[in-house]
């Protein structure tokens, strides 16, 4: 799949995108200013069974043979060192001789040195510099070896975490609505994309021609609820603390897969929109560019190579961008309208914690009492779901999501589709970004914690179905979104038959009626 984007630079090169789908941390070139990686690999070493294990539960399956080979490069690694040492030995004897013959005298280490002729020496000496930078270079080689496997390697478990692909029901949000059961005398469901389209709302055969399948277009009051919606998220963030952030949504493909954004094998199940290069920039090295899938990604490269003060810990950060996702998979009701889509607007926290358990836990629970209330208040009927291991991407240790009922998706996952999700990553991006903070005066890594604070697309679309009155045609607009809605309660049709005309409403025995 190839999309051309122009003037994303000064020089106004134009640029084409591509589907990245099968890369790995070391195929993503890296500059000389570029974060250098501090991965604990003795920590592996000494718990290959652990971490072989973790990648299993994980379906990281060639990842899972990392570990054992980890160990191997280590012994190897070792021999080239005691053999290293013993060169380095003899070498320096040698040089000692050549240097001043006369000061060795006496010296039992050189008596065979001295027994030798000049030439001699001079010959052993180059024989041994040879071995030497042999050495030296298989000793580079098995630790770039090391470091690369160890990259690759996903993030330990946490024991929260339920095991296998099954997730674990922890509460819902909301009373289930009145046609849950869906029974013929209850009023008649309709999917978000029929509720757009007969609204006129949404675009998506101008969309189609402009951009193809994937992307939309919001019309009217869809484009303004969009507003709102970010806009509502924003101010329930920032009453918990969150500092506000408008992150750039291109970063290095570096960054992103040092926050753990890389595909699990051929088939990629997180895959990314890379920015395609001139010949004279990738000839000059120049690093290699995507458009960010999440603004975790951008809000965690903000802190790339840098010491974080205690003191400014812990750090909360809530950002508004586009993203961007070449979502993988064939066509059908799961990717019909906004469900499944190539951009869209969302709202996400990201926050440094002190590194250990407990304040990460604090503010991790303090996003699930963020998304909580704001789909509390939207009027959302959603479950809470402990997410199972074989859920888990590489960089979190334990994640949470809470899904929304949607009337149109009962034949897929019984209704249920994702609207958010929480993850604890412990230490795994700060330690590939170099981001560090001082614990007891001793350099340490903070912990991070990401969270979906509202994803536009899917909200609307839950906002779509579950507002819907079909005897009326007109959808609730939740009383929380209505100060950005100018006052609006209700969106629908009456307003569209009349030319635009300006008509207003009121309610009455649950119905709207024109005032």
């Known amino acids: 799949m190839n999309r051309a984007l122009t003037c994303l630079r000064c020089r106004g090169l134009k640029l084409q995108t591509r589907a990245v789908s099968a890369r790995t941390f070391a195929d993503n070139k890296r500059p000389p200013i570029a974060p250098k990686p501090i991965i604990d690999i003795k920590h592996i ?77 001079q010959d052993e000496a180059r024989k041994l510099k040879g071995e030497l930078a042999v050495i030296e270079k298989g000793e580079a080689e098995a630790v770039a070896e090391m470091e690369a496997l160890a990259l690759e390697i996903p993030n330990l478990t946490s024991p929260d975490t339920p095991r296998g692909d099954e997730a674990v029901l ?90 753990g954004f890389q595909p699990r094998d051929q088939h990629g199940e997180q895959q990314v929109y890379a920015i395609a290069q001139s010949k004279a920039d990738a000839d000059r090295g120049v690093p290699e560019m995507c458009l960010a899938g999440t603004s975790e990604i951008s809000l965690a490269g903000m802190k790339a190579n840098t010491t974080l003060d205690p003191e400014d810990l812990p750090m909360k950060r809530v950002a508004v961008s586009r993203c961007y996702r070449a979502e993988a998979g064939a066509r059908g009701a799961d990717t019909k309208g906004l469900y499944r889509v190539h951009e869209f607007t969302k709202v996400e926290m990201f926050a440094w914690t002190s590194p250990g358990e ?68 412990t230490d795994y991006q700060t330690r590939r970004l170099a981001t560090r903070t001082r614990v007891d005066g001793k350099i340490s890594f903070p912990w991070t914690c990401n969270g979906t604070a509202l994803a536009v697309p899917r909200v609307m679309a839950a906002l779509l179905e579950n507002g819907w009155d079909e005897e009326t045609g007109t959808v609730t607009i939740p009383e929380v979104l209505r100060p950005w809605m100018d006052g609006l309660e209700r969106m629908g049709r009456v307003g569209k038959r009349r030319n635009a005309q300006e008509v207003t409403f009121k309610q009455k025995d649950g119905h709207v009626e024109e005032a």
């Open 45 to 121: 070493r000494q718990n290959p069974e652990l971490y072989e294990l973790t990648c299993l539960e994980r379906n990281y399956r060639n990842q899972a043979t990392y570990p054992a080979r980890i160990l191997e490069l280590h012994s190897e690694w070792q021999v080239l060192q005691r053999q290293g040492r013993a060169l380095r030995e003899r070498s320096n004897l040698l040089r000692k001789f050549l240097a001043n013959p006369a000061t060795s005298s006496g010296d039992d280490d050189v008596e065979d040195i001295r027994e030798m002729g000049r030439e001699q020496v």
């Open 170 to 259: 922890l509460s819902y949000v909301n009373d289930p609505p009145t046609a849950f059961d869906n029974s013929p005398e209850n009023k008649v469901w309709r999917s978000h994309v029929h509720v757009g389209s007969e609204l006129g709302l949404f675009d998506f055969s101008g969309a189609a021609t402009a951009s193809g399948w994937g992307w939309y277009y919001l019309v009217g009051e869809a484009a303004q609820l969009e507003q709102a919606l970010v806009q509502y998220a924003l101010a329930v963030a920032t009453k918990y603390g969150w500092t506000q952030v408008s992150p750039p949504t291109m970063v290095y493909s570096h960054i992103g897969a040092a926050c």
């Open 358 to 425: 407990d304040e990460a836990q604090d503010v991790f629970e303090e996003m699930l009492d963020i998304q909580t209330e704001i789909l509390q208040s939207l009027g959302l009927y959603c479950r809470v779901l402990s997410m199972p291991t074989a859920d888990l991407g590489a960089s979190a240790t334990r994640k949470v999501d809470m899904e929304a009922w949607f009337p149109s998706r009962q034949s897929i996952n019984s209704g249920w589709g994702e609207l958010t999700s929480a993850s604890t990553c």
